[in-house]
């Protein structure tokens, strides 16, 4: 009995000490992101890692749910003879949910473990106390540029993922379902509302934020040579998926709670 106690003593311990180091370094991070001075050419080159080179999979991601979604609205719909309400269904399920969530889920596979990866690689090889040791602040240097460019870009790819989703519902409703174009576009866009639009792009701000935090955090903290940096990959991607789905669920209740 005394030593079931403290083995869940200890494991209490041991996530309290791990939440107390997340909370600290969050602080710390964001202290240094609005504070001067800032570097606008590691922030743009981050920009470009996480926004332009993630615009394939984003893509490719977003027309093939807005398919999938139009043709299961469809066939769902027509049991009760309301198929017209499917250009409703693509428009309302890409930019309130399927958009931010899928987009940042993929972003956090390629772009959370590059960071974690990247920078658990430079904690093992001592390159991040070089840093220190040559008075540049790795906070500053490492931490918030990718910060600032993941707060910034993914409701941008978010955006685009909405219209590549919501093109996609069309060409599945217009050349596959039958539905008349003008018709289809009709219903888009009389049915869509600001605050759909807004709430998408408020998640995937909070998204970016969480994607990037926990690349950096878990490799910053990275020890054990490459086994640890592997643990690091994998830790930031998994973290950062089942955060991502958590604050989805908190920010929807925010918006759209009765």
Request: charged share 10%; aromatic share 10%; hydrophobic share 50%.
């Amino acid at each position: 009995m005394v030593n079931f106690l403290a083995v869940i003593g200890r494991v209490v311990l041991r996530f309290v000490a791990q939440i107390g180091r997340l909370t600290l370094f969050t602080l710390t991070s964001l202290s240094h992101c609005v504070r001067p001075p800032i570097y606008p050419r590691l922030i743009g080159r981050q920009m470009i890692d996480i926004g332009y080179y993630s615009l394939p999979v984003v893509g490719l991601t977003a027309i093939f749910s807005g398919m999938v979604l139009a043709l299961q609205s469809y066939t769902g719909f027509a049991r009760f003879n309301a198929e017209s309400a499917v250009a409703n269904v693509v428009v309302l399920s890409m930019t309130r949910e399927l958009g931010p969530v899928l987009a940042s889920l993929m972003v956090a596979g390629r772009i959370g473990a590059s960071m974690a990866a990247e920078i658990g690689t430079m904690r093992v090889t001592e390159q991040v106390d070089a840093l220190t040791t040559l008075s540049t602040n790795p906070y500053k240097y490492l931490i918030a540029p990718r910060l600032i460019a993941g707060v910034l870009m993914l409701p941008l790819l978010v955006l685009i993922a909405d219209i590549i989703g919501v093109f996609g519902g069309y060409l599945v409703g217009v050349f596959k379902l039958g539905f008349n174009p003008n018709v289809y576009i009709s219903n888009t866009i009389d049915f869509l509302e600001p605050l759909d639009v807004i709430s998408g792009l408020v998640k995937a701000a909070a998204f970016g934020f969480i994607i990037t935090l926990m690349g950096c955090y878990n490799g910053f903290h990275s020890k054990g040579g490459a086994q640890g940096v592997g643990s690091a990959t994998t830790n930031a991607v998994v973290s950062s998926s089942i955060l991502i789905l958590i604050f989805n669920y908190i920010i929807t209740e925010l918006f759209f709670a009765v």
